[in-house]
């Protein structure tokens, strides 16, 4: 995503679409087109909404809307953000002119790059009641579209002779001193990017779930002055409750599992670095900002890039930027102006259950519909938690009954084994028993 300074808006766009219920198509000897028109009608009689202005400025949108009442209670807010957000606004008994400010780089408010220029996008959300969603409720599709213009860098040149070192050591004076000069660059054109996979496939990410592999890059236009050095990057969850650091300033990662260290090209124009989508618990759209300094290549500004980092400190150093310029062996001292540039992106990362979900419908005023099928058997939560709970008091009984039954079993068993008269104790038989026996004489 580009960051230079924002010049004129080219564009502005609006789009209305309806939040409330939309009539459903009839179909056999009905006039659907009548219908429709009939649909329409009633939807314009209950949009109180008469009148849309947008505003594109250098750090929000802001919408002017005029309503047909003398008062307007309800709310805007940016769709998907109406529970408990700081984006969403809440009027009470306004008069006039309605004004809500959308920022750009946060609350839902996206962007993607276009010829010659960036254009933010979002849907906005006009409900006129406060606490209920009615058929009045009005989603807007706003598009602002920013063209960039050049800037220039400007660094000083001290311009020093080894002749007049010599006699300014000589002589114990400074009366030569240095000789001032001054030279200009445009600033390169720099941007962030967010793409699913490897960069090389060029697929940008918009739509994501947690854990995708995801290629963040920060580029600048390729050309020889100027190198960078991408630094103090973090994550914020667009709505100003919280966020998170990702590379320090020295350029080194505050979390290597969050995200890594960042690969420099050969010109030291272009940083990418690998990791998995992530996002706060309360939301789905992540924001994610960079700071890129630009150094100057030729004069070993850009010394310490990529940096080596060792517990989150860039052991690499700048070295003092000298230049030897002429065949007199001139030197010139260079005077660096550091330039630092913001570069933002971000994207919507969700569950993997809620890819589907409404919030993120592309159409606001298309129902969701379901086709009947006759062999499908339909029933409502409150008959079939009934059914579950009845069938469940069947099951337990019949389990109780069983149990019943067998204990019945066993105490008939015991009954019929108690009056037994054999008798288990000794046996002896007297019969052969060797002193009954007797003597014949």
């Known amino acids: 995503m580009k960051s230079q300074s924002v010049a004129a808006q080219l564009a502005a766009a609006l789009f209305l679409v309806s939040v409330g219920p939309s009539a459903g ?5 009905f006039d659907t087109n009548a219908l429709k028109e009939a649909a329409e009608k009633e939807k314009d009689k209950n949009d109180i909404v008469v009148d849309v202005g947008v505003l594109c400025n250098s750090e929000d949108i802001t919408l002017t809307l005029t309503v047909t009442t003398d008062f307007f209670n309800g709310m805007i807010y940016p769709k998907g953000l109406s529970k ?26 996206m962007s993607t790059d276009v010829v010659d220029g960036i254009e933010y996008f979002n849907t906005v959300v006009v409900q006129p009641h406060r606490k209920l969603v009615t058929n009045q409720g009005r989603g807007y ?11 220039t860098l400007t660094n000083d040149f001290n311009v020093r002779f080894k002749w007049a070192d010599s006699a300014q050591n000589r002589q114990g004076i400074s009366a030569l001193g240095t000789t001032p000069l001054t030279a200009t660059a445009a600033m390169p054109a720099s941007s962030m990017r967010i793409f699913y996979g490897e960069a090389s496939e060029g697929l940008v990410a918009e739509n ?3 854990g995708d592999p995801l290629s963040l890059v920060v580029s600048i236009d390729e050309q020889d002055i100027y190198g960078m050095h991408v630094t103090e990057c973090l ?22 599992e969050i995200m890594g260290e960042f690969e420099y090209s050969a010109s030291k124009t272009t940083a990418l670095v690998h990791f998995q989508a992530h996002k706060f618990p309360y939301t789905s759209s992540v ?16 010394d310490q890039v990529p940096p080596i980092c060792e517990n989150g400190v860039n052991i690499v150093r700048k070295k003092r930027q000298v230049v030897e310029v002429d065949e007199r062996n001139n030197a010139y001292d260079l005077v660096e102006r550091e330039e630092t540039i913001k570069v933002y992106s971000g994207l919507y990362v969700n569950e993997a259950q809620d890819l589907d979900d409404d ?11 379901s086709v009947y099928d006759p062999n499908t058997f339909c029933i409502s939560q409150r008959s079939f938690a009934i059914g579950i709970a009845i069938a469940g008091l069947i099951l337990m009984t019949a389990v109780v009954v069983a149990i019943m039954i067998l204990v019945s079993k066993r105490r008939r068993k015991n009954l019929s084994t108690t009056g037994s008269s054999i ?8 019969a052969y028993s060797h002193s009954s026996m007797s003597r014949r004489s």
């Open 25 to 29: 198509q009839l179909i056999g000897e």
């Open 84 to 109: 408990n957000s700081t984006c969403m606004t809440e009027y009470i008994q306004q008069e006039g002119i309605i004004i809500y400010v959308l920022p750009l780089r946060s609350c839902n408010t």
């Open 141 to 151: 599709h706003v598009r602002c579209r920013y063209q960039t213009q050049e800037k």
């Open 208 to 210: 994501v779930k947690i």
């Open 235 to 256: 994550v914020r969850d667009g709505l100003g409750w919280s966020e998170q650091g990702l590379i320090n300033g020295e350029g080194c990662p505050e979390d290597y």
């Open 287 to 302: 924001y994610y900002q960079c700071n890129v300094k630009l150094c100057i290549k030729h004069a070993g500004g850009c």
């Open 359 to 369: 919030e993120f419908a592309e159409n606001l005023d298309q129902p969701d519909v």
């Open 423 to 430: 008798y288990s104790g000794p046996y002896t038989n007297t």
